[in-house]
């Protein structure tokens, strides 16, 4: 199974912008699709970006559409979360997670999930 470690992390003002990464150990990366999900104080994880295995495609949660973008480097065995214009509502832990092998299916809900990281904060002071 892919192992996921998320970094980039840390304190932004509002407005500003952040790139968080996740490493994925094996040789496979290029198989998975991935995605993000954040999981703020008191509150469920909820999805927030996905990227098809081959980069070609991705899908956002209607409420970061404009702001973040995934990305994937499959020689680098990384994914990426770009998030401008930032918001205090922004601050949670955020999780790359990995769908199955040669995923093909058309939900990225949670429960699609084979793999999760270990998260990594972003906070955005109000």
């Known amino acids: 199974q892919v192992q996921l470690v998320e970094s980039g992390g840390g304190l932004v003002q509002a407005g500003g912008s952040l790139t968080v990464s996740c490493l994925a150990s094996g040789r496979t990366f290029s198989s998975y699709a991935m995605g993000w999900f954040r999981q703020a104080p008191g509150k469920e994880r909820e999805f927030v970006s996905a990227i098809t295995w081959s980069g070609g495609s991705t899908v956002d949660a209607d409420s970061v559409k404009g702001r973040f973008t995934i990305s994937r480097d499959n020689a680098k065995n990384t994914v990426y979360l770009q998030i401008n214009s930032m918001k205090p509502e922004d601050t949670a832990v955020y999780y790359c997670?990995?769908?199955?092998?040669?995923?093909?299916?058309?939900?990225?809900?949670?429960?699609?999930?084979?793999?999760w990281g270990r998260g990594t904060l972003v906070t955005v002071p109000s």
């Open positions: 997670a990995a769908y199955p092998l040669w995923y093909t299916g058309n939900s990225y809900a949670r429960k699609e999930v084979d793999a």
